[in-house]
Protein backbone atom coordinates (compact mmCIF):
# COMPACT_ATOMS: atom_id res chain seq x y z
CA UNK A 1 0.00 0.00 0.00
CA UNK A 2 1.45 3.31 -0.95
CA UNK A 3 1.84 6.65 1.43
CA UNK A 4 -1.33 7.90 -0.83
CA UNK A 5 -3.75 5.26 0.04
CA UNK A 6 -3.20 4.92 3.41
CA UNK A 7 -3.58 8.73 3.99
CA UNK A 8 -7.00 8.40 1.86
CA UNK A 9 -8.13 5.79 4.78
CA UNK A 10 -6.54 7.28 7.67
CA UNK A 11 -8.40 10.53 7.06
CA UNK A 12 -12.04 8.76 7.27
CA UNK A 13 -11.00 7.56 10.53
CA UNK A 14 -11.96 10.03 13.51
CA UNK A 15 -9.18 11.82 15.42
CA UNK A 16 -8.80 14.25 17.88
CA UNK A 17 -9.00 17.87 16.41
CA UNK A 18 -10.78 16.39 12.93
CA UNK A 19 -14.11 17.79 12.08
CA UNK A 20 -17.30 15.39 12.60
CA UNK A 21 -20.72 16.50 12.29
CA UNK A 22 -22.87 15.87 14.98
CA UNK A 23 -26.03 17.26 16.74
CA UNK A 24 -25.55 20.33 18.73
CA UNK A 25 -27.39 20.36 21.95
CA UNK A 26 -27.31 24.46 22.50
CA UNK A 27 -27.78 24.81 18.81
CA UNK A 28 -30.44 22.39 18.44
CA UNK A 29 -29.41 20.89 14.86
CA UNK A 30 -26.26 19.13 13.07
CA UNK A 31 -23.70 21.31 12.68
CA UNK A 32 -19.47 20.99 12.15
CA UNK A 33 -18.01 19.87 15.23
CA UNK A 34 -14.18 19.68 16.22
CA UNK A 35 -13.34 16.36 17.88
CA UNK A 36 -12.03 16.99 21.72
CA UNK A 37 -11.46 13.80 23.24
CA UNK A 38 -12.15 10.37 22.09
CA UNK A 39 -11.98 6.53 24.16
CA UNK A 40 -9.79 4.24 21.97
CA UNK A 41 -11.87 4.73 18.34
CA UNK A 42 -15.04 6.29 19.78
CA UNK A 43 -15.53 9.85 19.90
CA UNK A 44 -16.38 11.19 22.89
CA UNK A 45 -16.55 14.90 23.36
CA UNK A 46 -16.60 17.72 20.43
CA UNK A 47 -16.92 21.41 20.33
CA UNK A 48 -19.06 23.20 18.16
CA UNK A 49 -17.71 25.42 15.20
CA UNK A 50 -21.41 27.86 15.48
CA UNK A 51 -21.45 28.20 19.35
CA UNK A 52 -18.10 26.82 20.30
CA UNK A 53 -19.88 25.07 22.96
CA UNK A 54 -18.41 21.81 24.42
CA UNK A 55 -20.32 18.75 24.70
CA UNK A 56 -21.04 14.92 24.32
CA UNK A 57 -20.56 13.58 21.15
CA UNK A 58 -24.30 12.70 19.77
CA UNK A 59 -25.58 11.64 15.91
CA UNK A 60 -28.51 13.37 14.26
CA UNK A 61 -29.57 9.60 14.74
CA UNK A 62 -29.47 8.99 18.07
CA UNK A 63 -31.40 11.78 18.80
CA UNK A 64 -34.05 11.04 16.91
CA UNK A 65 -34.11 7.88 18.81
CA UNK A 66 -34.48 9.28 21.89
CA UNK A 67 -36.98 11.62 20.78
CA UNK A 68 -39.38 8.83 19.09
CA UNK A 69 -39.00 6.42 22.03
CA UNK A 70 -41.51 7.20 24.68
CA UNK A 71 -40.86 8.92 27.82
CA UNK A 72 -41.07 6.95 30.97
CA UNK A 73 -43.37 8.32 33.73
CA UNK A 74 -42.28 8.23 36.80
CA UNK A 75 -44.87 6.82 39.63
CA UNK A 76 -46.93 9.59 41.92
CA UNK A 77 -45.57 10.79 45.15
CA UNK A 78 -48.09 9.84 47.72
CA UNK A 79 -49.47 12.60 49.13
CA UNK A 80 -48.74 12.06 52.20
CA UNK A 81 -44.95 13.05 51.57
CA UNK A 82 -46.22 16.27 49.80
CA UNK A 83 -48.66 17.52 52.90
CA UNK A 84 -46.05 16.32 55.49
CA UNK A 85 -43.30 18.79 53.46
CA UNK A 86 -43.24 21.85 55.44
CA UNK A 87 -42.05 25.44 52.95
CA UNK A 88 -38.63 26.09 54.10
CA UNK A 89 -37.90 28.42 56.85
CA UNK A 90 -35.06 31.43 56.29
CA UNK A 91 -31.51 30.85 57.76
CA UNK A 92 -31.31 32.33 61.19
CA UNK A 93 -29.19 35.44 60.15
CA UNK A 94 -31.94 36.10 57.21
CA UNK A 95 -34.35 36.46 59.95
CA UNK A 96 -32.72 38.26 62.32
CA UNK A 97 -31.44 41.45 59.77
CA UNK A 98 -35.17 41.08 59.34
CA UNK A 99 -35.89 41.97 62.17
CA UNK A 100 -33.65 44.93 62.51
CA UNK A 101 -34.19 46.07 59.03
CA UNK A 102 -38.03 46.56 60.34
CA UNK A 103 -37.50 48.04 63.57
CA UNK A 104 -35.05 50.54 61.44
CA UNK A 105 -37.63 50.78 58.78
CA UNK A 106 -40.44 52.23 61.37
CA UNK A 107 -38.85 55.27 62.26
CA UNK A 108 -37.64 55.90 58.78
CA UNK A 109 -39.17 58.59 56.45
CA UNK A 110 -39.11 56.39 52.96
CA UNK A 111 -40.40 59.55 50.93
CA UNK A 112 -36.74 60.94 51.53
CA UNK A 113 -34.91 57.50 50.37
CA UNK A 114 -32.14 58.26 48.08
CA UNK A 115 -32.18 56.29 44.81
CA UNK A 116 -29.07 54.01 44.70
CA UNK A 117 -26.47 54.48 42.36
CA UNK A 118 -23.16 53.24 41.56
CA UNK A 119 -22.03 56.43 41.85
CA UNK A 120 -23.53 57.50 44.91
CA UNK A 121 -20.70 58.33 48.31
CA UNK A 122 -23.66 57.17 51.25
CA UNK A 123 -22.59 57.56 54.57
CA UNK A 124 -23.56 55.32 57.32
CA UNK A 125 -27.65 55.56 58.54
CA UNK A 126 -28.56 56.86 54.53
CA UNK A 127 -31.87 55.46 53.46
CA UNK A 128 -30.92 53.89 50.11
CA UNK A 129 -34.04 52.51 47.44
CA UNK A 130 -32.47 49.66 45.43
CA UNK A 131 -34.05 48.42 42.23
CA UNK A 132 -33.67 44.73 42.68
CA UNK A 133 -33.53 44.67 46.83
CA UNK A 134 -36.11 47.66 47.73
CA UNK A 135 -35.20 50.20 50.62
CA UNK A 136 -31.80 49.85 52.43
CA UNK A 137 -29.82 50.80 55.18
CA UNK A 138 -26.15 52.04 55.12
CA UNK A 139 -24.45 49.94 57.91
CA UNK A 140 -20.92 50.61 56.69
CA UNK A 141 -19.25 52.23 54.18
CA UNK A 142 -15.51 50.75 52.39
CA UNK A 143 -13.12 51.54 49.47
CA UNK A 144 -15.49 51.32 46.49
CA UNK A 145 -18.24 49.65 48.56
CA UNK A 146 -21.06 49.92 51.31
CA UNK A 147 -22.61 47.06 53.26
CA UNK A 148 -26.31 47.84 53.26
CA UNK A 149 -29.08 46.09 55.43
CA UNK A 150 -32.23 45.24 52.97
CA UNK A 151 -35.10 43.45 54.12
CA UNK A 152 -33.67 39.97 53.09
CA UNK A 153 -30.06 40.43 54.68
CA UNK A 154 -26.97 42.37 54.09
CA UNK A 155 -25.50 43.56 50.88
CA UNK A 156 -22.64 44.94 49.70
CA UNK A 157 -22.96 47.22 47.05
CA UNK A 158 -20.28 49.18 44.99
CA UNK A 159 -20.04 52.95 45.94
CA UNK A 160 -18.06 55.75 44.52
CA UNK A 161 -17.40 54.62 41.26
Known amino acids: MTGIHRLARDATQPAV ?3 VEAWCSKCGRVLEHIIVAMVGL ?16 KTAREVAKASAEPKRERAPKSTKTRAAAAPKEDPIEIRAARLVWQRSMAQLDRAKATGYAPTLHPEPGLLLDHATFGFGIVESV ?7 LFENGYKLLAVGR
Request: charged letters at 30%.
Open 17 to 19: GRD
Open 142 to 148: GIGKARV
Open 42 to 57: EVVQVRCRTCAGTHKY
